[in-house]
């Protein structure tokens, strides 16, 4: 049994003497799923303490909220589950659910636990995703469905009636409906809990808050580097999925750099007629000798970089973004021929103590034997060079930052799992 699942019922016989509700819960709990808890915050500061010293947890990460608490929580045999803490039904300033009321008529499911009654769960679904300007999921209109005729007129003449929308029907609400949306704010303003002053001290609360955790909730930069046909792409596409799916995170995959500005030949052939270009040419077939030209083609692209890095840590990093980077400002250094660039490798190498430095910076390597059978671009000689000096400039760079700075590591790449293993945990080192 994985550690995740053995700690989700030692959690919920902990819990079961608590005045809880499981929120959104709608069957088993998933694979991945977060747990959604309804919990008195005086309750939470006891509990979770002892939660982060169970022996099947290895690291935990802990973020406090006004409203809510999330706990991070990476187990032992690397599975992972997140635990977010509600101390009421909060969106902004808005209140748009009575606890009380929720706890109060709460139920047992099947698997002992305390759960929403069918009213408030599909009230709650509506109004979380409402507010979030988002439609329902399929999976609780798909419930809802199921539901006895007569339970769901009740619910939907519930609705109607509290929020004054005529015709109101939770089947039709899989797409987001603006007016909606205004009326449903309109009426949760005048329910008590949301009078002027309230909504305006939680709104200060909540900005402040926004602010407070802009450094600890910053997201994280991993850069993957290698030669074509190293496997960049298929360990990029599954640390994507993973991250999304297993550890909740909100991912972006940015090609080589910020690309704040197009790409040269944009200026010429137009931007779709570049990138068609760009992918229909092999890498490293550019034939330019001139120093100047060189110099004047690297300085473009390292502006690129320079006020680039600035635009993509405040639109994503600090929107708690994992930014996953398909080569990065190594290729300048060691492979400059790639981008068409005739400089040497002593400027670029000088102008990175300038260049943002991403917390884990992978190097991806193969026997060129493998790499060969996956993409027959380089031969042998060019794919046993370039790996050295990727190893050895990555070696240096890890060697100069020394003990709690940016690392830089070297995988070889023949064995997915192995490498994925590898990958994730330093993952988890540098994210708690």
Known sequence: MKHRTQFVQFFFERIKHQDYVLLKHIGEIEEYADLDILLDPKETALLVPGLCKQPMVENYQLQKQGTMWQLFLYFKDDSFLQIDFLFGFFR???????????????????????ICSCRHLIEHVF????????????????LFFKFKEFQQKEIDLYIQQKYLIPDFSFLATDRFDPAMRTQVLKMIYRQRGNEFLQRNWRLLKHNVGQVSRLWPQRGMTITFSGVDGAGKSTIIADVSEILKNKYRRKVVVLRHRPSILPILSAYRYGKKGAEERSMSTLPRQGKNGSKFSSFVRFSYYYLDYLFGQVYVF??????????????????????????????GTKLPRFLYRFIYK???????????????????????????????KYQNLFKSLSDKEGSGKPIYLAIENNIKEETLETIFSNYKELAV
Do not use: M, W
Not at 127 to 142: E, G, I, S, T
């Open 92 to 114: 902004k300033e808005v209140e748009y659910l009575n606890k009380e009321e929720v706890l109060e008529e709460s139920v047992v499911d099947t698997s002992d636990y305390r």
């Open 127 to 142: 109004l979380f995703q409402l507010l979030n300007h988002a439609p329902v999921p399929q999976k609780y209109r798909d």
């Open 314 to 343: 405040c639109k994503y990093q600090l929107r708690s973004y994992i930014i996953l980077y398909d080569r990065y400002y190594f290729d300048f250094i060691v492979d400059g021929q790639r981008s068409n660039i005739a400089i």
């Open 358 to 388: 991403p917390k884990l910076n992978l190097f991806l390597y193969a026997h060129p034997d493998l790499i060969l059978r996956r993409k027959q671009e380089l031969n042998s000689e060019t794919i046993l060079e370039l790996t050295d």
